[in-house]
């Protein structure tokens, strides 16, 4: 007789994944089944699944997935873009600084929030992996510079920053600095972009200043 405490010979199931299993989506609801579970993947583990994982994870077959994102790095640069659109909301009224000072806090808002800064760490873990996906980050990000080179074109033609002001660079003065502060887990928040579009301004506003080619300060 088997002593009952060997379990030699007896299968012994391993646990599989216990998360609730999506319900089956059907026509529209299948692309945002697919991205949002292309984005948890992303948080999860940076770029190490797989498009067939994606679809488990959706409640889809992965030929569903394969029709609408014909690669991997298709299907990521989607998720980030709908994270794009999601996130994004450009405000319009008459000034237009307090309207470039709103979306810098969008962003902060973004980047704060539980998944913001670990999103973007995974997209530049894929970025690093996939020169495709290099392509599709870029564009989402110039996405957002578009967005806000609009509203500072508002403020150069009022005349409240100085002419030949380059948006992109004065964009990236607020931004760059909020998302390394959101990589370090340094605090991201309404202060900082305050504080941060203060000193582009207070550049954006003086005389323009070029630096000459020995490195000495130009008038």
């Excluded at 216990?18 to 319900?23: A, L, S, V, W, Y």
């Excluded at 000072?101 to 873990?125: D, N, Q």
């Excluded at 599709?136 to 990000?141: C, E, G, L, P, T």
């Amino acid at each position: 007789m088997s002593d009952p405490g060997d379990s030699r010979g007896t299968f012994v199931p391993v646990p599989r994944d216990t998360r609730p299993t999506r319900p089956r989506p059907r026509g529209p609801e299948v692309d945002d089944a697919v991205l949002e579970a292309t984005v948890e993947l992303l948080l999860e583990r940076a770029y190490s699944f797989s498009v067939e994982e994606v679809a488990t994870r959706a409640g889809v077959h992965k030929t569903t997935v394969y029709r609408r994102f014909t690669t991997k790095a298709a299907l990521v640069g989607a998720a980030l873009e709908q994270m794009s659109l999601t996130t994004m909301s450009v405000v319009t009224s008459p000034d237009a600084l307090a309207d470039l000072v709103a979306l810098a806090e969008v962003v902060a808002t973004a980047l704060s929030g539980p998944s913001g800064a670990r999103l973007m760490r995974a997209a530049m873990t894929a970025a690093s992996e996939d020169p495709d996906v290099l392509t599709i980050a870029r564009r989402y990000f110039a996405g957002r510079f578009d967005a806000a080179a609009q509203i500072l074109g508002r403020a150069i033609a009022s005349g409240e920053v100085r002419a030949g002001t380059d948006p992109v660079l004065f964009w990236a003065a607020i931004v760059n600095p909020l998302q390394v502060r959101a990589l370090l887990g340094h605090p991201v928040n309404a202060a900082t972009v305050r504080e941060l579009f203060a000193l582009a301004l207070d550049g954006a506003r003086g005389p323009a200043r070029r630096l000459s080619g020995d490195g000495s300060r130009g008038g």
